[in-house]
């Protein structure tokens, strides 16, 4: 079933404008609006109270809710090529009976602040970004920026501001501040990749962890998989580690737990760094598919999470279906079959903006659409069996995280306005995984959507056990009427608008969030 967008006023509703383009390409949302979003954040706020809009906010949602985005896409009139090469910078909207307060900060990173005194780009973007000056200023400039921009999670008593290619950056859970780089107590080397997806296990081993990653990538690559306590006296603690060498160039952005695994997909991407070196080129556009090659799952048995005395076992390879991967929504381990399930975003191709686009002005129908597809792995045999869950254009799927590793019945996603074909994201889909039924929130034609964040209802001690769906999704949505950000929080079970707050902030387009509950 299909929720209508809600036509309240202040709601990011139709224009007359939106319709005109709306009527001429069949889209739904206006070109204008959409592209709106890519711009600086100059301010930075600290703790001011937010109101509702619209409806009023859950008394017994307590904790924060923290997003990590690109929020610097310009200096001295010179943009970056692609907004993913923006500084990070964090929002935090802090919840407590009833009321809000929002705080937002740039990480004080290396990079972010010589630029900041020099009022220009200093350095190369990894996805084409090149600073002024042309190719001789670029050629052989292989220093990286840590942007600090794609994830934001917290561990212990700090926040950890994630960028995939090195270390995270550590800051204050309350005020933002940057404390500074950090090697978590001497387990990361200096500038040691660092995935910007850990997944939480909500405590298959006892205690909840936080398990993550890291590859050191080249001909050859290693993985290294780590476990850290995740709550309590212990939080932030490695409890287990293993490394493993694979065949090839792993180019891996976020990966899947189960109780027992580690699952990566490995993309059959190929890797020429020339065009970087020589200055052509970012380096994440030097990536390529290998026409005809196959990708494969990589599936690492997890460290710590079985008989310690045992040998660990070898990383087990499936082939995988065709197609290109950046995030998972789950995994879980089938005890009726066997067999191991994950659930991806699948692309046709490696989606990349060449090196002569701008990407304000980039052409949806020419990019693969992301379509959410359940693989079957039969571990013994090591065949995989995929179907699509879900053929509209998706990104940014998540489930409860109590379910996180387990067969979750719910999913919720970001997906287009639009049923089929690539379009920007504008709505919200739950996805009964076990029955296929939809509910969908939409904020078309002027509203945009980020990643939704699933927040469980905090648990009460009468209350028999909470309904997997019971809780709320937190979105930050892009605002083209009012050219800002609102958020809006929807009921998770049938996706019925809670609240709206018309944040006094105006965020570009952000990459990943999460929710950390109160105490
Ligand atoms: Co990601």
Same mark, same amino acid.
């Given at each position: 079933?299909?929720?209508?967008?809600?036509?309240?006023?202040?709601?990011?509703? &139709?224009?007359?404008?939106?319709?005109?383009?709306?009527?001429?390409?069949?889209?739904?949302?206006?070109?204008?609006?959409?592209?709106?979003?890519?711009?600086?954040?100059?301010?930075?706020?600290?703790?001011?109270?937010?109101?509702?809009? !619209?409806?009023?906010?859950?008394?017994?949602?307590?904790?924060?809710?923290?997003?990590? &985005? #690109?929020?610097?896409?310009?200096?001295?009139?010179?943009?970056?090529?692609?907004?993913?090469?923006?500084?990070?910078?964090?929002?935090?909207?802090? $919840?407590?009976?009833?009321?809000?307060?929002?705080?937002?900060?740039?990480?004080?990173?290396?990079?972010?602040?010589?630029?900041?005194?020099?009022? !220009?780009?200093?350095?190369?973007?990894? $996805?084409?970004?090149?600073?002024?000056?042309?190719?001789?200023?670029?050629?052989?400039?292989?220093?990286?920026?840590?942007?600090?921009?794609?994830?934001?999670?917290?561990?212990?008593?700090?926040?950890?501001?994630?960028?995939?290619?090195?270390?995270?950056?550590?800051?204050?859970?309350?005020?933002?501040?940057?404390?500074?780089?950090?090697?978590?107590?001497?387990?990361?080397?200096?500038?040691?990749?660092?995935?910007?997806?850990?997944?939480?296990?909500?405590?298959?081993?006892?205690?909840?962890?936080?398990?993550?990653?890291?590859?050191?990538?080249?001909?050859?690559?290693?993985?290294?998989?780590?476990?850290?306590?995740?709550?309590?006296?212990?939080?932030?603690?490695?409890?287990?580690?293993?490394?493993?060498?694979?065949?090839?160039?792993?180019?891996?952005?976020?990966?899947?737990?189960?109780? !027992?695994?580690?699952?990566?997909?490995?993309?059959?991407?190929?890797?020429?760094?020339?065009?970087?070196?020589?200055?052509?080129?970012?380096?994440?556009?030097?990536?390529?598919?290998?026409?005809?090659?196959?990708?494969?799952?990589?599936?690492?048995?997890?460290?710590? =999470?079985?008989?310690?005395?045992?040998?660990?076992? =070898?990383?087990?390879?499936? #082939?995988?279906?065709? &197609?290109?991967?950046?995030?998972?929504?789950?995994?879980?381990?089938?005890?009726?079959?066997?067999?191991?399930?994950?659930?991806?975003?699948?692309?046709?191709?490696?989606?990349?903006?060449?090196?002569?686009?701008?990407?304000?002005?980039?052409?949806?129908?020419?990019?693969?659409?992301?379509?959410?597809?359940?693989?079957?792995?039969?571990?013994?045999?090591?065949?995989?069996?995929?179907?699509?869950?879900?053929?509209?254009?998706?990104?940014?799927?998540?489930?409860?995280?109590?379910?996180?590793?387990?067969?979750?019945?719910?999913?919720?996603?970001?997906?287009?306005?639009?049923?089929?074909?690539?379009?920007?994201?504008?709505?919200?889909?739950?996805?009964?995984?076990?029955?296929?039924?939809?509910?969908?929130?939409?904020?078309?034609?002027?509203?945009?959507?980020?990643?939704?964040?699933?927040?469980?209802?905090?648990?009460?001690?009468?209350?028999?056990?909470?309904?997997?769906?019971?809780?709320?999704?937190?979105?930050?949505?892009?605002?083209?009427?009012?050219?800002?950000?609102?958020?809006?929080?929807?009921?998770?079970?049938?996706?019925?608008?809670?609240?709206?707050?018309?944040?006094?902030?105006?965020? #570009?387009?952000?990459?990943?969030?999460?929710?950390? =509950?109160? &105490?």
């Amino acid at each position: 079933m299909t929720i209508a967008p809600s036509r309240d006023s202040g709601s990011p509703t &139709g224009s007359a404008a939106a319709e005109t383009a709306a009527g001429r390409s069949g889209a739904a949302y206006d070109r204008a609006d959409w592209a709106s979003s890519f711009r600086n954040v100059l301010g930075e706020l600290d703790q001011v109270p937010l109101v509702a809009a !619209r409806g009023t906010i859950p008394p017994d949602l307590a904790g924060s809710l923290y997003r990590n &985005g #690109p929020g610097r896409l310009e200096r001295g009139g010179h943009w970056l090529h692609h907004p993913f090469d923006g500084d990070g910078m964090i929002t935090a909207l802090r $919840f407590e009976a009833g009321q809000a307060v929002l705080t937002n900060r740039y990480v004080r990173t290396e990079g972010w602040l010589e630029e900041e005194a020099a009022g !220009r780009f200093l350095y190369r973007g990894v $996805f084409g970004s090149q600073k002024p000056g042309g190719l001789l200023a670029n050629a052989f400039d292989l220093r990286m920026k840590n942007i600090a921009n794609t994830h934001v999670v917290r561990l212990g008593d700090q926040l950890l501001a994630l960028w995939e290619a090195s270390s995270p950056h550590a800051l204050d859970p309350d005020t933002l501040e940057t404390r500074g780089l950090t090697l978590l107590d001497g387990v990361l080397g200096k500038g040691e990749a660092f995935s910007a997806h850990p997944r939480f296990d909500p405590g298959h081993h006892g205690e909840p962890r936080m398990v993550t990653f890291g590859v050191k990538a080249g001909p050859r690559s290693t993985i290294r998989v780590m476990e850290f306590a995740a709550s309590g006296p212990r939080a932030g603690q490695l409890l287990a580690e293993r490394h493993d060498s694979v065949a090839g160039f792993a180019f891996l952005h976020d990966f899947a737990i189960t109780p !027992r695994y580690a699952v990566f997909l490995q993309n059959a991407v190929a890797f020429n760094p020339i065009p970087f070196v020589v200055g052509l080129k970012g380096a994440a556009q030097c990536l390529a598919s290998k026409p005809g090659e196959q990708g494969h799952f990589l599936i690492v048995p997890r460290p710590g =999470a079985g008989d310690s005395s045992a040998e660990p076992a =070898a990383p087990i390879v499936v #082939p995988a279906p065709e &197609g290109f991967v950046f995030h998972h929504l789950n995994a879980f381990e089938d005890a009726a079959t066997g067999e191991l399930v994950v659930d991806s975003i699948f692309y046709d191709d490696f989606p990349s903006i060449g090196p002569g686009v701008d990407f304000r002005s980039v052409d949806f129908d020419t990019l693969p659409a992301g379509r959410l597809v359940r693989t079957r792995l039969n571990l013994e045999h090591r065949t995989a069996t995929s179907t699509v869950l879900e053929e509209r254009c998706c990104e940014f799927a998540m489930v409860n995280p109590e379910r996180q590793g387990l067969d979750a019945r719910y999913g919720w996603t970001a997906v287009a306005e639009c049923e089929r074909g690539n379009a920007p994201l504008q709505a919200i889909e739950k996805l009964d995984l076990h029955t296929s039924e939809r509910r969908v929130w939409s904020a078309a034609p002027r509203g945009f959507v980020s990643e939704p964040v699933m927040v469980p209802r905090p648990a009460t001690q009468t209350s028999a056990a909470p309904s997997e769906d019971d809780g709320w999704v937190l979105v930050l949505v892009w605002n083209g009427a009012r050219s800002a950000s609102d958020l809006v929080i929807l009921n998770a079970a049938d996706l019925s608008e809670q609240a709206v707050l018309e944040l006094p902030l105006a965020i #570009p387009y952000g990459l990943h969030g999460s929710w950390a =509950a109160l &105490g």
